[in-house]
C-alpha cells in the first residue's frame, strides 16, 4: 500500500513517514506541489495545505482531475470554510494538526476501505457486533432497532467505529466533532460519551481509558 | 439635528418678520387714519361755506337741501348745530346720533375750535370719524345778524363711518401677515435644505461608522461633497476605518500565524512521541502516556488561548434573541446522562423562587449561552461529590436574565471565588489535565454578549455561578 506524503516541513513529515511505516504502508516523502503531480501514482496522498510553491487546494483539484485516488488533507488551519473547500475539490476527508499517527492510520484505514470495497461510491452500513452505522444516511441500528442519536452523538460514535477497539484521545474527538471554534471542556466529551453510552444501553460499548481516552468495544 | 436645524432657521425668521413688520403695519395704520380724517376735513370745510351762505340767507330749507345733499353724496351724518338748537340735519340716524351724549361733548368743544377725530363704541359699525368746525357768519349785508340769533355759535358737525377705513387698515395687515407667512414658508424650505446640506454628510459618516462597527471593515463614507468641517470629519473617519481595518488585519494573520507555528510543533512532538510507543516496555509505556496526555493539555491551552485571543481581537459580533429556557433544557439533557454516571442528580428549575415576568428569553451571542453553560456545569459537576446534586435555574428580573449554576461541593473562599476567572488560575487539589482558562473563557464570552459572570457562596456550602445577561423584551 503506498502512500504520496506531500508535506513541505520536515519536522513532520519524519516522524509522519516513519509512523507510517511501523504500521505497514510504503510512504513516499515529497516537498512541493510540483513533485506531488509528477510523482509515480500512489493509493493515497496525504496533502498538506501549506506548500511552498502552490496551495494544496490547487494541487488537490489537479490530482482529482485525473484520478480518483483517495485523498486526505492535512493542515493547521481550523477553518470552517477551508475544510469546506477541501471536501468540495474532491478530497475525501480533511484531518486539522495537531494530530496524532494513530487517528490518522485510522483515517487512513477508513478511506481505504470505502475507496476499495465501495467502488460504485455506496457504502453499505458498518456492522461491529450488533451495531450497524451506515454512514451514508446518518443512522445507528442496534440489534436491528434504529438509535436515535444528535449530529454530535453520531459524529462521535462514527468517529470511533473508524477503528473499533483503538483508543481515541478526548482531543482528537474535540478537534474532530467540535467546531474548533467552540471552547466548551473535554468534558464536553464526557457528556457526549455519557448520552451515548445511555441510549445503546450498554456502558460497556464505550470503554475510558483514564485521562486519556475512549475506545469502541463489542460488550462480551 | 435636521429638525432643529430647520425650526431655528424658522425662529429666526419669525423674529425678522415681526420685527419688521409690526413697526409697517402701525406706520401704514396712521396713515391711513391721517389720509381718511384729511378727506372728511376738506369736505367739512368746504361745506361749512356753502353752509356759511345758507345762514347769512336765514334760509332754513335751503340750509337743510345743501345738508341733505351733501349727506347723500357722501354718505355721512351732517349737522349744523348752534348750542342747544339743530338747525339742520341729515344723514343715517342723524337725530339719535345728535342725542348723543359725545355728539354733544364734540359739539361744545368745537364751538371755540375746528377739532377732528374719531370715535368708538361698543360696535365697531358704530364707530365714525369726525370732524367739527365753527362756522363763521359774516357780517351780514341783509341786516348785519348774527348767527347767535338761533342761541349761540353755531358749529358745523360732519361724520362719517369708520368701517372703510377699518377695513382698509384690517386689509393692510392681512397683506402684511400674508407676506410674512410666505417669508416664513420660504424660511422653512431653506432651512430644510441647509440642514439637508448639513446632515447628509453626517449621515454617511454615521452610516459607515456603525458599518465599520459592525465589523464590515472596509466600509467608508464619501469626502467628496458637504461642508468642509464635514468632509475632513468624513477624511478622518475613513483614516480611521484604514487603521482599524489594518490592525484587525494584523490581528487577524497573527491569530493564523501563530495557530500554526504552535500547531505544527506540537504535531511534529506527538508523532515522534507515538513512534517511541513499540519501542519502549511497559514502564516507559505508562511515561509515553503521560507525555502523550500533557501534549493533549498543552494543545487545549493553546486552543483556549486562541480562542481567548479570537474573541478579544474580533469586533463584537451580532447578539441575538437566545431562548434562556430552551437552552438550559438542552443542557440538562445533554449533561443528564454524564451526572448519573457520576451520581450527581442534576436539577432545572425554570421559576425557582422569583416569578418571571416574561419568557426567558436574553440577548448573546450566538453559540455563547451553551458554551458558558458547558464550562459551568463542567466545573459545578466535578466540584460534586457522588450522591451530591448540581441544580440549574434561571429567572428574569428588572430587564436582565441570571442563570444559576449550584453544586453543593465544597465550596470556594471569597478570594478564590475572585481569582478562579484569572488565566490559569487552578483550585489547589484540582484534578491534574485542565487548563485553568474555563472560567476565564466564561467571562469573556459574557461580556462579550453583553453581561457578565461571577461567583457566589452557595446556601448548601457550595458554589453558585451566576451568569447575567440582558433580557430581550426590554
Request: hydrophobic share 45%; proline share 4%; glycine share 8%.
Amino acid at each position: 500500500m503506498q502512500v504520496l506524503v506531500v508535506e513541505d516541513d520536515s519536522a513532520i513529515a519524519e516522524p509522519l513517514a516513519t509512523g507510517l511505516r511501523r504500521e505497514g504502508f510504503d510512504v513516499i516523502l515529497v516537498q512541493s506541489a510540483a513533485a506531488a503531480l509528477s510523482a509515480p501514482p500512489a493509493d493515497l496522498v496525504l496533502l498538506d495545505l501549506g506548500l511552498p510553491d502552490a496551495h494544496g487546494f490547487e494541487v488537490c483539484r489537479q490530482l482529482r482531475a485525473r484520478s480518483s485516488v483517495p485523498i486526505i488533507i492535512v493542515t493547521a488551519r481550523d477553518e470552517e470554510t477551508d475544510r469546506v473547500v477541501g471536501l468540495e475539490l474532491g478530497a475525501d476527508d480533511y484531518v486539522v494538526k495537531p494530530f496524532g499517527s494513530r487517528e490518522l492510520v485510522a483515517r487512513i484505514r477508513a478511506v481505504l476501505r470505502r475507496s476499495t470495497t465501495q467502488p460504485s461510491g455506496a457504502p453499505g452500513p458498518q456492522v461491529i457486533g450488533e451495531l450497524e452505522i451506515d454512514r451514508r444516511t446518518h443512522r445507528v441500528l442496534l440489534a436491528g432497532e434504529e438509535v436515535q442519536l444528535t449530529p454530535k452523538e453520531y459524529d462521535l460514535l462514527a468517529l470511533l467505529a473508524l477503528d473499533p477497539g483503538a483508543m481515541v484521545t478526548r482531543r482528537e474527538i474535540l478537534a474532530e466533532v467540535w467546531d474548533p471554534h467552540w471552547y466548551g471542556t473535554s468534558k464536553t466529551v464526557d457528556v457526549h460519551i455519557a448520552s451515548i453510552r445511555k441510549k445503546l444501553g450498554d456502558p460497556k460499548w464505550i470503554e475510558t481509558s483514564r485521562g486519556v481516552g475512549f475506545r469502541l468495544a463489542i460488550p462480551q | 439635528m435636521r429638525r432643529r436645524l430647520r425650526a431655528g432657521f424658522l425662529l429666526f425668521a419669525l423674529a425678522l418678520v415681526v420685527v419688521l413688520e409690526v413697526p409697517l403695519g402701525l406706520s401704514l395704520a396712521r396713515n391711513d387714519r391721517t389720509t381718511y380724517i384729511s378727506e372728511v376735513q376738506r369736505d367739512a370745510s368746504s361745506l361749512a361755506v356753502l353752509v356759511a351762505a345758507g345762514l347769512d340767507h336765514r334760509d332754513a330749507s335751503s340750509l337743510q337741501l345743501t345738508v341733505s345733499q351733501f349727506a347723500r353724496a357722501d354718505a355721512a351724518v351732517v349737522a349744523v348745530v348752534s348750542a342747544h338748537h339743530v338747525l339742520a340735519a341729515a344723514g343715517k340716524g342723524a337725530l339719535e346720533e345728535l342725542n348723543d351724549v359725545r355728539t354733544k361733548v364734540i359739539v361744545a368743544s368745537a364751538a371755540s375750535g375746528h377739532i377732528s377725530g374719531e370715535e368708538g363704541s361698543d360696535d365697531p359699525d358704530d364707530d365714525f370719524l369726525y370732524v367739527a368746525l365753527p362756522v363763521a357768519v359774516s357780517a351780514s349785508p341783509a341786516g348785519g345778524r348774527s348767527p347767535t340769533a338761533h342761541g349761540g355759535d353755531v358749529v358745523l358737525l360732519v361724520a362719517e363711518a369708520a368701517a372703510p377705513m377699518h377695513a382698509r387698515i384690517r386689509n393692510n395687515w392681512i397683506a402684511l401677515g400674508l407676506f410674512g407667512l410666505g417669508v416664513l414658508a420660504l424660511a422653512s424650505a431653506l432651512g430644510a435644505l441647509l440642514a439637508r446640506s448639513l446632515t447628509r454628510p453626517l449621515e454617511g459618516i454615521e452610516a459607515a461608522v456603525a458599518a465599520v462597527g459592525a465589523g464590515r471593515l472596509s466600509e467608508r463614507t464619501p469626502v467628496a461633497r458637504g461642508p468642509v468641517e464635514l468632509m475632513a470629519l468624513g477624511e478622518t473617519v475613513n483614516e480611521m476605518a484604514d487603521r482599524l481595518e489594518e490592525l484587525v488585519h494584523t490581528q487577524r494573520t497573527f491569530l493564523a500565524d501563530a495557530s500554526h507555528q504552535l500547531r505544527t510543533p506540537l504535531t511534529a512532538l506527538r508523532l515522534r512521541l507515538e513512534n517511541l510507543e513499540d519501542t519502549l516496555g511497559p514502564e516507559q509505556g505508562a511515561e509515553l502516556t503521560a507525555a502523550l496526555a500533557e501534549t493533549d493539555r498543552l494543545s487545549r491551552i493553546v486552543d483556549g488561548l486562541l480562542t481567548l485571543a479570537r474573541s478579544e481581537g474580533s469586533l463584537r459580533p451580532a447578539r441575538e434573541v437566545v431562548d434562556v429556557e430552551a437552552a438550559l433544557r438542552d443542557r440538562v439533557e445533554a449533561w443528564g446522562a454524564l451526572a448519573e454516571e457520576r451520581q450527581v442528580t442534576l436539577s432545572c428549575e425554570l421559576s425557582a423562587t422569583e416569578p418571571h415576568e416574561c419568557a426567558l428569553r436574553a440577548l448573546a451571542c450566538a453559540g455563547h449561552l451553551e458554551q458558558v453553560l458547558d464550562n459551568l456545569l463542567a466545573n459545578a459537576l466535578e466540584a460534586t461529590p457522588p450522591g451530591g446534586k448540581v441544580s440549574l435555574s434561571a429567572f428574569g428580573l428588572a430587564g436582565r436574565v441570571e442563570v444559576h449554576v449550584i453544586d453543593n461541593g465544597p465550596g470556594m473562599s471569597a478570594a478564590d471565588r475572585t481569582r478562579a476567572f484569572d488565566r490559569f488560575w487552578r483550585q489547589e487539589g484540582a484534578p491534574h489535565g485542565g487548563t485553568g482558562l474555563g472560567l476565564a473563557i466564561v467571562a469573556q464570552l459574557a461580556r462579550i454578549s453583553g453581561g457578565t459572570a461571577w461567583l457566589d457562596a452557595a446556601a448548601g456550602g457550595g458554589v453558585d455561578a451566576v451568569v447575567r445577561l440582558e433580557a430581550a423584551d426590554g
